[in-house]
């Protein structure tokens, strides 16, 4: 295959992915003061959905929440606060159910940085 065809491929690989990201997506949606199976680890059987265009989750030293949010520019990130001694961790990611893992790994950062390896990888050659 010719350089500027795979190249092209990435490049629309990428640019659906972009547009993917910034339509609703279904993510899961409850408190694991309520629901035993929302902590970690997590158990998807008996829990909520809710759409949004970002998956959010929660987790603190004894509860753990997952929701949806519509914020004006979502991103794939953590952070953790710490108040009054106890440490919070706050996690948004762009894709269906991506609140579901202990860790969010954000997929569309991953499959740009794939991209951009295949694209090197083709001009070497």
């Known amino acids: 295959m010719e350089l500027k065809t ?5 490049a629309v690989l990428l640019a659906c992915t972009l547009i993917a990201s910034s339509e609703a997506i279904t993510c899961y949606m409850c408190n694991s ?3 035993s199976g929302c ?7 008996g829990i909520d959905n809710c759409t949004g265009t970002v998956c959010a989750k929660t987790r603190g030293k004894t509860v753990t929440n ?8 979502p991103e794939n990130k953590c ?8 440490i919070t961790i706050f996690c948004t990611c ?17 499959l740009a940085v794939v991209g951009v390896l295949s694209m090197s990888a083709a001009i070497r050659n």
């Open 6 to 10: 795979q190249a092209v491929y990435v």
């Open 33 to 35: 003061a309520r629901k």
């Open 94 to 110: 762009k894709s269906d159910r991506c609140n579901s893992a202990k860790t969010i790994i954000p997929s569309a950062w991953l």
């Open 39 to 45: 902590s970690d680890p997590f158990k998807s059987d």
């Open 66 to 73: 997952r929701y949806c949010l519509d914020p004006t520019s």
């Open 79 to 86: 952070t953790e606060n710490t108040e009054s001694g106890a």
